[in-house]
Every structure is written in structure tokens, then in C-alpha cells.
């Protein structure tokens, strides 16, 4: 620290002789502070990492980020326009969705591109094939009770009725659960007409969620006709269970920081008791009280700073060597994430409290009269 200190001149370098002159009392001080930033580095950074990896596997089984749903209506160009010119927003597909009855039971049942729907979706074959979807056929619900072969007899409200072949089976997932069966466009029109789309999901790009929700959220605020699906929800709430516990853990931390603020508060206080002969000639040769003042607020800043920066240090290391141990051991893929804004936040922090700590000492360290000082044994 002493290349750095010794820029802020003369009291920047008795600072450093001061906090090196007693290593053992120096370290235990910053050792206090070191271990809640260490424990606060180690929880952020791994926790952060296993909710990115837990998220992001969920969002593997829900991949479409948003569904537009309007109730008792279809959705029109200018509104899929609208939508389509947010920015952020990569892909909108819009699809036919109805209610029917399939072999007697409730069911719901769509048409759209196949293609496009895969890509924006989780939907997948279990079982056949999407493309022998032709008209005739249907792509039914694993859960439907239904196998490759078998006959689909689907009834819509209006009494109209198509028989289909069961060429493919859905695996189950949440997006399945809003598209439903799988028909032919042709097969769709017997069922429910030549109507327009009243579903469509919505794809963004990546790292642009929050920004898009909100122009999203601004224009569909006029239409409570509209309902805007989060496709992430199930992530979200599982993030923002993490979240708690990591932000739960680290106030519990934070307290184990405010005892490290005491201790240097006690340290310097010590120190300046002990040196007040010192301190009492420093003020006899000419340096003033405000500058006296200012080398004990760089004595506590540096002892906070030395406690801040190794916690963070070591912090990172043990986050970064659990996620390699857990990759390792459970052959898991999780990206380290450093939890960057988190980690100057609590660097910042360290150095502020580093100032608070110093308020009282430096008060001290000229409260007691020159001649006194100079007497003092």
C-alpha cells in the first residue's frame, strides 16, 4: 500500500509506517472485516452461479419467453405489429387456438407453423413424428392417453366434428400445456372456420428481458382484453428465491462487518492513545491538526481496505474452486458468475466504512493539548 498511500504526501506515509508498525495488532483488526467480506464474496458468487444454472435449466423446459393471449377475441395485425417493433423483440408467432372435446373430454387444440413454433418452444416429439402432421392427422398430448395409430375424435362448440390419425405424441412441458394438440391448418378450419390468430408467443433477445417486459407491459396496458404471459415465470420465482436467501445470508453477514468496524474504531483508538507523545511533537513541527487528522483516516482506510480486498480475494477464490467441484462431482455445467456489481458494491462499501471508522480516532488524535501530548509517557 505504500506506493499508493505515499501519493496523498507526508501523512500518507506515516499512515503506512503506522499500520506496519504493529503487523499482529494490524492483521487481527482487518482479519474481523476479512472474514464477513470473504463470506459475503463466497455466498454471492456461488449462489449467484447455481441460480443462473438452475434458471437456465428451466428455461430450457419453458423456452418461449412470452405467450399473448387476447380473451374473447383475435389479435390483429396492427396489434401483432405493435408488438413485433418493441425493441428487444426477435420473434412473434401467432397461432389459432380453440377449445374442443377430444374423445369426449375437454381438450385444447391449435394450428400454426410447426417449424417456427419448435424453435420458439419447448414442444418435442416423444413419440412419431411433427412432420407427418398433414391434414387428417394430429399430434396429440403424451398424457392424452392416446398412441401412434390411434383415432382422435375432436368436437368443437359449434357441433362440427373431425376424426384425425395420431401420427405424433407431445412430451410434456408448460408451453405444451398452452398449444394443446397439434392439427393440420385444414383440419382446423373444419373445426372452428377460417379465423384469425388469438394466441402468439413472443421471442426476445437475449439479456434484453426486463427492458422489453416493460414496453411490452406499456402496450398492452390499454387492452384488458390482453393477458401477457411471462414464458419464465417458474425461473423467475426460483430466482427470486435464491435472491432472498443469498441477500438473507448476506445481512446476516453484515453484521459480523459492523463488529469489524468497532474493532477498528478500537484499534486506532488504542493506537492513538498509545502514541500520544508522537503525535503531540508531530503537531510541535508543524504539521497541522486537519493533517494529523487525515493520516489516522488513511491509517483506518488502508486497514480497511487490506481486510476488504483480501476477503474478496479469497472470496472469489472459494466460489470459483466450489462450482469447479461441483461441475466435477456432479458433471454439471455451471458458468462462474462473479457477481461483478455485487463485489464493487461491497469494495466501495469497505472503503466507506473504512472513513466511518475513522471519524471518532482522528477526532481523538487532536482533542488533547499540544503540551500535554508532548508530556504524555
Do not use: C
Not at 428487444?88 to 375437454?106: C, D, H, I, K, M
Not at 458494491?345 to 477526532?363: E, F, N, Q, T
Amino acid at each position: 500500500a505504500r506506493p499508493l498511500a505515499s501519493k496523498l504526501g507526508l501523512e500518507g506515509r506515516l499512515a503506512t509506517d503506522n499500520i506496519a508498525r504493529n503487523p499482529q495488532r494490524t492483521a487481527t483488526t482487518a482479519n474481523a472485516l476479512l472474514i464477513g467480506v470473504f463470506l459475503v464474496t463466497f455466498v454471492s458468487v456461488a449462489g449467484e452461479s447455481a441460480k443462473d444454472w438452475v434458471v437456465d435449466q428451466i428455461q430450457e423446459i419453458e423456452s418461449a419467453d412470452y405467450l399473448l393471449a387476447r380473451t374473447g377475441g383475435t389479435l390483429d395485425d396492427d396489434l401483432l405489429a405493435t408488438v413485433n417493433g418493441v425493441d428487444g423483440v426477435e420473434t412473434v408467432e401467432s397461432f389459432r387456438r380453440e377449445t374442443v372435446t377430444l374423445n369426449a373430454a375437454p381438450a385444447l387444440v391449435s394450428t400454426a407453423n410447426t417449424e417456427t413454433l419448435l424453435a420458439l418452444t419447448d414442444l418435442e416429439a416423444s413419440a412419431g413424428s411433427l412432420d407427418d402432421l398433414e391434414p387428417g392427422t394430429i399430434a396429440a398430448i403424451s398424457s392424452s392417453g392416446l398412441d401412434i395409430g390411434d383415432t382422435a375424435s375432436l368436437e368443437a362448440a359449434t357441433g362440427a366434428e373431425v376424426e384425425l390419425t395420431v401420427v405424433a405424441l407431445l412430451a410434456e412441458g408448460l408451453d405444451v400445456t398452452q398449444v394443446g394438440a397439434l392439427i393440420h391448418q385444414q383440419d382446423f378450419d373444419r373445426l372452428a372456420g377460417d379465423t384469425a390468430p388469438t394466441v402468439a408467443f413472443i421471442d426476445v433477445a437475449t439479456g434484453a428481458r426486463t427492458e422489453t417486459q416493460d414496453q411490452l407491459d406499456e402496450a398492452t396496458a390499454n387492452r384488458p382484453d390482453l393477458e401477457l404471459i411471462d414464458g419464465n415465470a417458474l425461473g423467475k420465482l426460483i430466482g427470486s428465491i435464491f435472491d432472498f436467501l443469498i441477500n438473507a445470508v448476506n445481512g446476516l453477514l453484515g453484521m459480523s462487518v459492523a463488529v469489524a468496524v468497532i474493532g477498528i474504531i478500537n484499534t486506532l483508538t488504542l493506537s492513538i492513545f498509545e502514541r500520544r507523545r508522537e503525535l503531540g511533537l508531530l503537531r510541535v513541527v508543524g504539521m497541522t491538526d486537519r493533517r494529523v487528522q487525515r493520516m489516522v483516516r488513511v491509517e483506518s482506510v488502508l486497514i480497511s481496505v487490506l481486510g476488504t480486498l483480501t476477503g474478496v480475494a479469497l472470496g472469489l477464490l472459494a466460489g470459483a474452486t466450489t462450482i469447479a467441484a461441483i461441475n466435477r462431482l456432479f458433471d454439471t455445467s455451471i458458468a462462474l458468475n462473479l457477481a461483478s456489481g455485487r463485489l464493487i458494491l461491497v469494495i466501495v462499501a469497505g472503503v466507506v466504512l473504512g472513513v466511518a471508522a475513522s471519524l471518532i480516532p482522528a477526532r481523538r488524535s487532536t482533542n488533547l493539548d499540544v503540551l500535554d501530548a508532548i508530556q504524555a509517557s
